[in-house]
């Protein structure tokens, strides 16, 4: 019986996902593209540290944990819409110092922590947040 081409087998037990083997890496231009790759949590940074295009959009996300980002500091446009985001932890952005753009759309975001965005607060322009179920006030954010 073989397996289907949308099957992965695990080779460790509770292994993450690696972004050198779950994403396609556009060196010249240094994006990694990560869209639609039915991942279901933020890939290692192994094989995309140097991206400062992270789109990690139309996934099966539903959390991001402290520090989910904190190898990707050359990142300036974050892509993580479209998944199925409930939880986001108070540290998720860390390490992110060049960030300009967040996208967190299309998600199922309820409540964000108090200061989510403030170790980003001094390079970030925009921070996309249509169409969660977000319910606090954005000054709050900061």
Do not use: W
Not at 30 to 57: F, K, M, N, Y
Not at 93 to 98: A, E, I, R, T, V
């Amino acid at each position: 019986m073989g397996l289907s081409p949308r099957c992965h087998v695990l080779t460790e037990a509770f292994s993450s996902p690696n972004c050198r083997n779950e994403c396609s890496y556009d060196s010249q231009h240094r994006i990694a593209h990560c869209r639609e790759t039915e991942l279901h949590q933020i890939p290692i940074h192994d094989g995309c540290a140097e991206a400062l295009v992270l789109d990690l959009s139309f996934n099966d996300i539903t959390s991001l944990p402290n520090n989910s980002f904190y190898y990707y500091n050359s990142v300036q446009h974050l892509d993580i819409s479209a998944n199925a985001i409930t939880d986001v932890q108070p540290g998720t952005f860390m390490g992110l110092d060049h960030v300009v753009s967040i996208y967190l759309s299309q998600n199922h975001i309820a409540v964000l922590p108090e200061t989510i965005f403030y170790s980003v607060k001094d390079t970030i322009e925009q921070i996309h947040l249509y169409r969660n179920i977000y319910l606090q006030s954005v000054k709050d954010l900061f």
